[in-house]
């Protein structure tokens, strides 16, 4: 008996690269184009290009260098802590251990939005000036709970008893963790620390609420630009951000088939 093969799954699949990769192109295709609406195209230009390099492009590319060092910060303490966290619910265990995990899962289920107004209310309260240290307090906030969760992920594979045995044959604790321990739980903490960067410098909800005067992040800026109609170097800038994207993937892609090859 001839069994046919569903068509189905591959209309899906292309439909769904559609609906993601549509709009990809359209913002790359306008951010050639010479009509500043976009409606309609009006020939090639790299003027808005031209305009992002310019004078005028100082405050984006100002953005993003606050953007950058505030994600750069708050991914080294959220994964130093966010690690430190999953490796004690992991390890140690006590009566209140569920209650331990509801206050780490807490801020990965709670509205933004709360998050947000609840920090802009403690730093009013406690009379902290906000800018770039209370945008990072507000950051790592969060993303240590992915961390968290990443790790643990990771440490549910883990035997405890490998420890027990390192120190058996005299490892001593400093040994024992850096030998051992973290070599093996490294991939969840790149993933938690890489999944803190992101969520950091795409934050805007929260960040909105705990930025100071002077201290404006991308996702800050780009909003103010679409209400003042600046849509051309809007799209110049993401065309490039996603160049640098595809760029770091293949790289990526490039150094772990070389490591697998090796490896092999």
Known sequence: MTVRRSHI????TWLVLLFFYVPIILLVVNSFNAN???THWLGFTLRWYSELFSPKGRNIWLALSNTLIVATIS??????????????LHKYKSRLQNFHYCLVYTPLVVPEILIGISLLIFFMAVKVQLGLTTIV???VTFCTSYVAMAVLSRLQDFDMTILEAARDLGANRW???WRVLVPIILPGIFAGGLLAFTLSIDDFVITFFVNG???TTLPIQIQGMIKRGS???INALSTLLLAVTFVAILVYQIILKRSQRSAG
């Open 75 to 88: 991914t080294l303490i959220s994964t130093f802590i966010g690690t430190c966290s999953a490796f004690a």
């Open 213 to 215: 005067p002077g201290t």
């Open 175 to 177: 040994v024992t963790t």
């Open 137 to 139: 307090i507000a950051h």
């Open 36 to 38: 500043k609406q976009g």
């Open 231 to 233: 849509l051309p170097m």
């Open 9 to 12: 799954p591959g209309i899906l």
